[in-house]
């Protein structure tokens, strides 16, 4: 009664409701952290393949870490596409094989991470042939007369002229690792090879006498015109011999010509220091190219040049279709993969006529 007599109605309904909603707050609390707990370790699963996917990609390494031998499938568990492992294949066989590292890495069907990834696991062993010699060895080379294109081929050159008046010379510290590229200065003499010991290095420094450097002569200078020579006036250069000079004139078709002498140094086969020794013997006057024209090629037309990959080839064609055509070249400006760097440096590859 007393009770009663203290709450209303009212007043018991209100204390009701009130209890029923901290009753029903507390039974949510004790609900919710039980399925966080419940929960917990699949988020943190998940996380983790994410992240392995993202950056490691699930990859199996190959036992040989020679890319050389790769089969699709070892590609495949590198985690890489069906679409990414046909252009390296295709890339593959345009080189025959990878020789350096450096060399695979410029294919462009690998991105910044995958680069990476590569580059820490592809080794690839230096081939030694017989054509192939170091600073550890001297050539002994015979003439009649002096033979002044040797010191195009080498640091230091000795020679030694008998009472006969042959001149007997003695090279070492090469610039070049192909014996092939001096052949044009041997006229057909098989040189002799000494392996540089002390003992070899003292009867060398004893008998002949310094003459020249491998600063090129007046005389002996000359210029290429890089995209009207062929296979045999690259060859005139220090360095490039009959591999290298096939390689300029492959990427020189592939581009459609060249428009600057810096492109010579984007052949696979040619490093900075070998470009500065005869970039000053370059240059370009005619500079026709042959063009792509963006408003009848296709896909495979465009990814075949080697500025631009797939992805691009196939955006230019789409946003041709779905546009009607390109009515400038500036058009392709608003393709958003195509940044103002590469725009510039395609550009004159294209035409819309």
Request: aromatic share 14%; net charge positive.
């Amino acid at each position: 009664m007393k009770f009663n007599l203290l709450y209303s109605p009212s007043q018991r309904r209100g204390i009701f409701f009130l209890l029923v909603i901290f009753i029903s707050y507390f039974v949510f609390l004790f609900f919710e952290r039980n399925s966080k707990e419940n929960i917990s370790p699949i988020v943190v699963v998940e996380s983790e393949i994410i992240e392995t996917l993202e950056f490691e990609k699930t990859i199996v390494i190959p036992k040989n870490r020679n890319p050389n031998f790769w089969k699709r499938k070892d590609w495949n568990q590198l985690g890489f596409s069906s679409s990414q492992i046909q252009i390296i294949e295709n890339y593959q066989k345009k080189l025959n094989i990878f020789t350096t590292k450096k060399q695979l890495l410029k294919c462009y069907a690998f991105n910044d991470m995958e680069r990476k990834m590569l580059d820490s696991i592809v080794v690839i062993p230096k081939k030694e042939t017989k054509s192939d010699f170091k600073k550890s060895f001297l050539f002994l080379l015979k003439s009649q007369s002096p033979n002044y294109d040797l010191k195009n081929y080498f640091d230091t050159i000795y020679y030694n002229k008998s009472s006969k008046g042959v001149f007997s010379y003695y090279a070492s510290n090469s610039k070049i690792n192909n014996f092939s590229a001096i052949k044009n200065c041997l006229n057909g003499q098989k040189p002799k090879v000494y392996i540089l010991n002390p003992r070899n290095l003292r009867m060398i420094l004893r008998k002949p006498k310094k003459i020249y450097n491998s600063k090129p002569s007046k005389k002996s200078k000359f210029i290429v015109n890089i995209n009207l020579a062929d296979s045999l006036q690259w060859r005139k250069l220090r360095g490039v011999g009959a591999k290298r000079s096939i390689h300029i004139l492959n990427y020189k078709n592939a581009l459609g010509g060249f428009v600057g002498i810096s492109q010579v140094n984007e052949v696979f086969s040619i490093n900075d220091s070998l470009f500065k020794s005869f970039e000053r013997f370059l240059s370009i006057k005619d500079s026709s190219l042959v063009k792509i024209n963006i408003n009848t090629c296709s896909v495979n037309q465009l990814k075949n040049h080697p500025y631009i990959n797939w992805n691009l080839a196939n955006s230019i064609v789409n946003f041709r279709k779905q546009h009607g055509g390109f009515k400038l070249l500036e058009d392709l400006k608003k393709i958003h993969i195509l940044d103002d760097k590469l725009y510039y440096k395609i550009v004159p590859y294209l035409t819309i006529k």
